[in-house]
């Protein structure tokens, strides 16, 4: 079983940053793609990022120019840098972890971004 812990949200200002973390415990396997997703009541689950075991990356279109993935596997730990924060990047973000044929996936941290 893998355990994944979401951190790093919080309130900020329109333009802002904030940088969330993503941590994996447990059966940890060095072969993993892991991304983020973001979720607003009443709307589907939006992808964000992605990052794999051996460090290629992907962004969603409309956050390319803003956010940064990056991982750490001596600490087991992903890191999605948002800058340039909007209104409309509010939301719980969350992180997937794949692994073999399991998905595992943490509770989530709020982004709110005032105007």
């Known amino acids: 079983q893998v355990q994944i812990v979401e951190s790093g949200g919080g309130l900020v200002q329109s333009g802002g940053s904030l940088t969330l973390s993503c941590t994996a415990s447990g059966a940890i396997a060095s072969t993993y793609t892991i991304s983020w997703y973001r979720q607003t009541p009443g709307n589907q689950d939006e992808f964000v990022a992605t990052i794999t075991s051996d460090g290629r990356t992907d962004l969603a279109d409309d956050v390319k120019d803003r956010f940064a993935v990056s991982g750490d596997n001596t600490k087991n730990t992903v890191y999605l840098q948002m800058s340039s924060l909007r209104p409309e990047d509010t939301a719980v973000y969350y992180c997937?972890?794949?692994?073999?044929?399991?998905?595992?996936r943490g509770q989530g941290t709020q982004v709110t971004v005032s105007p």
């Open positions: 997937a972890r794949a692994q073999g044929r399991h998905l595992y």
